[in-house]
């Protein structure tokens, strides 16, 4: 008898481990969300610079459009539009016809620039399946690291990837997340910017140029060995929100 309530207790502690994994990720994915205060731009325009392109990014009950918008040199004020209705290009004010295959190519480069600059929000998806894995140091501080993976279904074109994230324990911002596609990355936050209680979060993204492989899970560990290398910064300016 005694044997059978050890098992009973095991199997329901086992089961409340990892019952909870997933709540408490959640749980800091919301936190996260309220810390830069992206609970709070339902229905607003928000206006960014981003590598000589502006961006203006509004969500309002299940309903989304991204833009962007720059001047090129040959084609003159070129215009890309994603929304619920699909990609469209305007140059000059004028509808652009496409290829399918351009489409997808714009459409793709726009949508991953704003769910970047949109991190954690974008972690409330439908498709994201989220994990907590472990509390980690990071340059003397506690890390709460978060898996993501992706249901195929409304998965985009991350749904095969895996990302890692490391909230800090106290106050939940998300300093630092890794990811697979195009290659293993590693970003570290850079400094805010901030406008009418929103923050956006600018990065250095890094990669491994080590010839020793290391799990892109254990990465945090190449950064606090300084054995990144920098590959480009990610800097937003200019950041505007509207009613």
Known sequence: ?????????????????SGCSGENANKIIDKSI?????????????????????????????????????????LGLVKDQLSNHGFA???NGRLMPLSGKDSVKFAESLNS?????FLP????????RAKF???????????????????KENGGDHYDDTFYFWFDARDKSMDYFAYSKGGDRFRAGNGLIR???????NYVNLENKNPEKTALKDYYK?????????LSYIELRNLKVSD
Request: proline residues 0%.
């Open 133 to 151: 894995l472990r509390t980690v140091q990071i340059k003397g501080s506690d890390y709460l690291q978060v898996e993501v993976t992706f249901a």
């Open 195 to 201: 406008d009418k209680g929103l923050y956006l979060q």
């Open 121 to 128: 929000l974008k972690l409330k998806d439908e498709a994201v």
């Open 34 to 74: 309220a810390f830069y205060g992206m609970d709070k731009i339902e229905g607003k325009t928000i206006e960014f610079d981003f590598r000589e392109k502006h961006f203006k990014v509004k969500q309002h009950k299940g309903n989304f459009y991204y833009e962007s918008s720059y001047r090129d040199d040959s």
């Open 1 to 17: 008898m005694r044997h059978h309530l050890i098992y009973g207790f095991l199997v329901l502690f086992t089961f409340t481990l």
């Open 222 to 230: 190449l950064f606090e060995q300084d054995k990144l290398s920098t």
């Open 89 to 91: 290009r305007e140059v």
């Open 113 to 117: 620039v704003v769910y970047f600059a």
